[in-house]
Structures are given as structure tokens and as C-alpha cells.
């Protein structure tokens, strides 16, 4: 049966149920599988037949997991990952060679801004960066040995929207790779295949587990592109838990609702940090004050789940927003049911020179948070208390 609407996917995708016939998929803790005969293994191990070999290479749990995520991004394949990192890294170690190189946009997460600056370099690939307002600047960038575009949209922290046509439409004319991290949006809230990606990530320890209990990430895209990472993590290891494949399936199945009321709550915190004195400026997609407001109703259902804020009076005066903080948890995670609240400058991006900070729109009080499932007046009121 053809299942077209996401909620259902997410619910009704499942694997094969066993002669037990049970209603909800079973946990398949097994390292490995057993044949019915020498030929049978031959034909497995020579790919002749589809079948689970060794849960390194695959799983039931990591199967179905996978078959949704694939079906609501529009993906032709996909592979899971033991955290979101795991499957960045992977994704461009299977795809990249030696003196290749990569175009990002400067706007990404700290840990990707590392393995592009210091781990990549040691097989001599290298990046160009383009600034969020500087998509005129890309072609420019692009060199012979050129193989990738990638970026995040919404980007951490800053939520800034990027034109993913516009970098679809690049990378198809310079036969480049796009690659789309969709953590922040989720496959619920937008689907960047349709817009040319080739291939999207998501960490989905974020809001894809959604109750802050597992690691675990994915790619999925182009079956060409996803049989190189296939390959390449089969022989590496880094493959996602079958425990945590198994959550991440059935936290799917609530991920629509759960979205639903983060992106409700999230507005309406946006718009209460919009009217505060001790707020300089609010970040939030379906805010008609953000710049990119247009964009983003273009691109996504809702305005996911991250609202960014300046705070006024600098570094110092974050450090003493967030001890002022009562309700809402200190912690570098989000897509959390718990409300959190970060401080770029002074914690998960203290390490970036200033001046790079900043081209990314970290300023020294920008306040990231993620916003809960918590009622949305005890959000606000400790967000009220902290700033006061």
C-alpha cells in the first residue's frame, strides 16, 4: 500500500512481523546471523542475495529505521550511524579523495567546522567558505577538484535559512554533490531532495529520539552516493545500536505530534523574547521579523523548534542569564521534551576566534533555545525571570 502522508509512514512502516505475530516490532539484539547451507552463505557474502549477514553491515531495527526516514525525505536509500557526527564524517570520508574539495557555508555546527578545518586536511582536502548572505559568492569558490556543496537550514545557532533551491540548481550545473544537514527541520518539517539535495543527514539524537536518551544518525539520498557510504561504514564500524535503532523507529512514530506542539510552543516564545527590553534581536523562521521569513514558509511547514536571541550586555551578560535560569536545563543538547538554553560564546563555540563567531552570527549574547513540551507559560516565565 502506498503511503503517502508522513504520520502514517512514521507509524505504519515496520518490518516483517515473526511467527509470534506481534503488533510492535521486536528488538533483535544479535551480533550476527546464521545460514541454512554453504550456498546460502556463499550467495550472502557475495551479495548475490539480500539478507542480514553481520549487524555491522545491517539489521532488522536499523532496516526499518532506516525505511522510514527514507520514505519521509523522499530518499531512494539511506544508512544509520552510531551519533549525527558519526554519519557526517562517514558521508564525506566514503564520497571524498585525497586533494579533493569542499564548499560550505560558513554557518555549521562546531564539531563539522572541525573535521573540515583540522581532520580532513590530513588527507589534503580542503574547504571554501561562503557567509550566509553570500550565496552570489559560490560559484567563485568552486575549483576543479571541487566534489561537494554542503550546508545546514536552519543553521546552529543562528537559525539563518538558506536558499536550498538556489544550491540545488549550483550543484547540478557544476555536477557537485549537495549535501543538506535537516536536523533542525526534521523529515516532518521540510524535505531538501526536493529541492536537489543529493543527499540529507540528521543527527538523530536530536529530535528524532526527541526525550534525550540515545545517539544515533543517518544519511539518506541517492542510492549511488548511499552504496559508497554503505561500503565504506561496512568495513569501518560505525554503525547505529539495534537498542538504539529500535527507539529511534518508534520515537518516529510520535514525531509529527511531538513537532507540532515544539514549533506551537517555539512561536510563541519567539514572539514573547520579541517584546522584551533586555532582548536586542529574535531569530525564529516564522517570525515575518527574521530575514530569511519568506524563505522559510517556502521551504518549511513550520519554524521547527530553535529560537536564537541576543541578549544585551555581551558574553557577560549570557553567563548571567543562564545562571539565573530555573526551569529550562544547561546543556549543549536540543530537540529535547526538556526546554534547554545554550550560550554559543561562552561554551560550544568558546574555541572559534571571534571574528569567525561572529561572520556566523554568534555574538557575544546570542542565547540559543531549545524549546519544549513543557506549557508554554512556564517556559516563558523563567525565560521572563532570567531576563529581568
Not at 115 to 124: D, E, S
Not at 198 to 225: C, F, P, W, Y
Not at 249 to 262: C, I
Request: aromatic share 8%; proline share 4%.
Amino acid at each position: 500500500m502506498n503511503l503517502k502522508h508522513t504520520e502514517t509512514q512514521a507509524i505504519r512502516t515496520q518490518i516483517e512481523r515473526s511467527q509470534f505475530l506481534e503488533h510492535s516490532s521486536p528488538l533483535y539484539l544479535t551480533s550476527s546471523y546464521v545460514f541454512e547451507d554453504a550456498e546460502d552463505m556463499r550467495a550472502s557474502f557475495a551479495d548475490e542475495k539480500q539478507r542480514n549477514i553481520y549487524s555491522r553491515y545491517s539489521n532488522p531495527n536499523t532496516s526499518e529505521f532506516v525505511e522510514k526516514i527514507c520514505l519521509m525525505e523522499g530518499a531512494e536509500r539511506g544508512y544509520a550511524f552510531a551519533s549525527g557526527m558519526s554519519a557526517v564524517f562517514s558521508t564525506f570520508a566514503a564520497l571524498l579523495n585525497a586533494d579533493d574539495h569542499i564548499v560550505s557555508c560558513r554557518s555549521i555546527f562546531g564539531s563539522t567546522q572541525t573535521l573540515f578545518n583540522n581532520i580532513l586536511p590530513k588527507w589534503n582536502i580542503s574547504n571554501s567558505y561562503f557567509k550566509i548572505d553570500e550565496l552570489d559568492t559560490i560559484e567563485s569558490l568552486i575549483q576543479p577538484n571541487t566534489k561537494v556543496i554542503y550546508a545546514e537550514s536552519p543553521t546552529n545557532p543562528a537559525v539563518d535559512i538558506l536558499d536550498l533551491q538556489r544550491l540545488g540548481d549550483i550543484a547540478k550545473k557544476h555536477g557537485l554533490i549537495f549535501i543538506i544537514d535537516n536536523c533542525f527541520a526534521t523529515p516532518y518539517l521540510q524535505q531538501p531532495i526536493k529541492f536537489g539535495a543529493d543527499l540529507v543527514i540528521h543527527s538523530a539524537t536530536k529530535l528524532i529520539d526527541g526525550q534525550g536518551r540515545v545517539l544515533g544518525g543517518v544519511t539518506v539520498g541517492s542510492s549511488e552516493l548511499i552504496q559508497k557510504i554503505y561500503l565504506f561504514s561496512r568495513n569501518t564500524g560505525p554503525a547505529l545500536s539495534p537498542f538504539n535503532a529500535w527507539i529511534l523507529s518508534k520515537s518516529l512514530e510520535t514525531l509529527p505530534v511531538r513537532v507540532d506542539r515544539h514549533c506551537d510552543n517555539a512561536l510563541k516564545v519567539a514572539t514573547f523574547l520579541e517584546s522584551h527590553g533586555n532582548v536586542n534581536f529574535v531569530k525564529y523562521p516564522f517570525l515575518k521579523s527574521h530575514p530569511q521569513y519568506e524563505l522559510a514558509k517556502k521551504q518549511m511547514s513550520q519554524g521547527g523548534t530553535i529560537v536564537a536571541f541576543e541578549i544585551k550586555g555581551g558574553i557577560e551578560a549570557g553567563r548571567k542569564f543562564l545562571n539565573a535560569i530555573q526551569l529550562l536545563s544547561l546543556s549543549a543538547n536540543l530537540g529535547d521534551t526538556r526546554s534547554i538554553v545554550t550560550h554559543p560564546a561562552s561554551t560550544t563555540h568558546a574555541k572559534i576566534p571571534e571574528d569567525i563567531r561572529l561572520q556566523t552570527g554568534i555574538t557575544g549574547g546570542l542565547i540559543r533555545v531549545s524549546v519544549g513540551l513543557e506549557h508554554p507559560e512556564d517556559i516563558i516565565n523563567d525565560l521572563k525571570q532570567a531576563l529581568n
